[in-house]
């Protein structure tokens, strides 16, 4: 699968001020920009990034591209247009791929982009085709005529707050902008707009509070002081632990998978003790009790579960308090089944379930040496840590 990133960075910033435009300014000692590109170079699913630029920026564009490094290749930039529409129409015109691309189009002003939200936007263009970030709207929120008056109160539970990326198969982007051209429309502000008035569905996933934009100067005062010393933040890491007895059957679930076995495990959900695991130590980061809390097994609604969701949950409750998963760390206890052929895809589902890149995820395995419950095959258990970052 071709992921492709385009940053856009043409715009001036004139609301930022008057110097140079705002996507060059230093935040934390490195510009906006250097920032922006370096957490899209550095994704392991993302194969080339593309920029366009102002044409009187190009000196300091290449000052920003000559300190960069990554896995993904920096493709030479394009020169944007007089409107954010027309940058991303010039960029996307430059590729010439199978229309299956995923493109993800973002702000070069927002630099505090994270790995998590660019994994989300990729999986989530996968299901839906086209697919933008959005986070809740907690201020009770308004319509108002000219004059300030109030017209309607509007029902904020059904209102998100857009950012990007936002990310497209190449194919959608490209006839949506291409029609937008023709029509004579360039003020689309953003590309879900310019996708939903074009005619096709748009999904929103789950962004990010932190991935905000640059856009006055007193953004960048916020933003030092976010990037200062790391203050606001405190880490948290946490345990978990599950067992789970064999019983007859033919299959195990275990971190996601469904693995065939000569016996299967007694449980009241699938007994998957990986993802149970990684449900405490994610509940743990918080305080907030154990999976037994959430889904009491009493409840006959959780028999036979799929664990994925416990761990969905767990995942969505770091978030709703404003947390950033930064990795997940599960050693697996069995004499057998063989985990080993199973770790890629282990950790590439869990990434998946709890929405973090598969490296921030870690699976390891253990015999104990035909010792204890374990060493005689008569159950099998994980144990697993949760590294948070939660707002201070
Ligand atoms: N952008 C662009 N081409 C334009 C206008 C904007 O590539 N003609 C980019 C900006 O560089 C920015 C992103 O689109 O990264 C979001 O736009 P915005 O925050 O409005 O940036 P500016 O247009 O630069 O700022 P301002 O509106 O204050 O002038
Ligand atoms: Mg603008």
């Known amino acids: 699968m071709n992921v492709v990133a385009i940053i856009v960075a043409a715009g001036r910033g004139s609301r930022a001020g008057e110097g140079v435009p705002k996507q060059y300014r230093e935040i934390g000692g490195k510009p906006v920009l250097a920032r922006t590109l370096s957490a899209f170079l550095s994704h392991p699913r993302v194969g080339r990034v593309l920029c366009a630029i102002h044409p009187d920026d190009r000196a300091r564009y290449d000052g920003v591209a000559a300190g960069l490094g990554g896995l993904a290749a920096l493709l030479e930039p394009v020169t944007g247009g007089d409107t954010r529409q027309t940058s991303v129409h010039r960029a996307i015109e430059t590729i010439s791929d199978n229309s299956a691309t995923i493109c993800l189009v973002h702000d070069g002003a927002r630099p505090f982009i994270g790995a998590d939200v660019i994994e989300r936007a990729i999986e989530a263009c996968r299901l839906y085709g086209a697919a933008i970030p959005g986070t809740v709207v907690t201020d009770t929120t308004k319509r108002v005529d000219a004059d300030g008056n109030v017209v309607e109160t509007l029902d904020r539970t059904a209102l998100r707050a857009i950012q990007t990326p936002q990310a ?74 599950d067992v789970h007895a064999f019983a007859p059957g033919d299959h195990v679930w275990l971190g996601g998978l469904r693995i065939a076995h000569d016996v299967g495990v007694m449980a009241h959900s ?29 409840d006959p609604q959780w028999k036979g579960a799929a664990s994925d969701r416990f761990l969905a949950f767990a995942a969505e409750q770091v978030r709703a308090q404003g947390g950033r998963i930064d ?66």
């Open 327 to 392: 990795h997940l760390d599960v050693t697996v206890l069995c004499e057998r089944p063989k985990v080993g052929p199973h770790r890629d895809a282990m950790r590439d589902r869990i990434a998946a379930i709890v929405g973090v890149p598969p490296r921030s995820v870690s699976i390891k395995a253990t015999t104990t040496e035909r010792l204890g419950f374990t060493g005689r095959s008569e159950g099998l258990a994980a144990q697993a840590a949760a590294t948070v970052r939660l707002p201070e």
């Open 270 to 298: 699938d007994g998957d003790v990986v993802l149970h695991a990684l449900t405490d130590a994610l509940l743990g980061t918080l305080g907030e009790g154990d999976i037994g809390t959430h889904f009491p097994p009493s």
């Open 168 to 241: 497209f198969t190449l194919a959608t982007l490209l006839s949506a902008h291409r029609a937008a051209a023709e029509t004579g429309r360039y003020d689309f502000t953003d590309d879900g707009h310019l996708v939903e008035w074009a005619g096709s569905p748009v999904h929103v996933f789950e962004g990010d509070p932190l991935n905000t934009k640059v856009t006055h100067a007193s953004d960048f005062v916020e933003a030092e002081r976010r990037l200062g010393s790391g203050a606001g933040w405190v880490t948290r890491v946490a345990t978990g632990f």
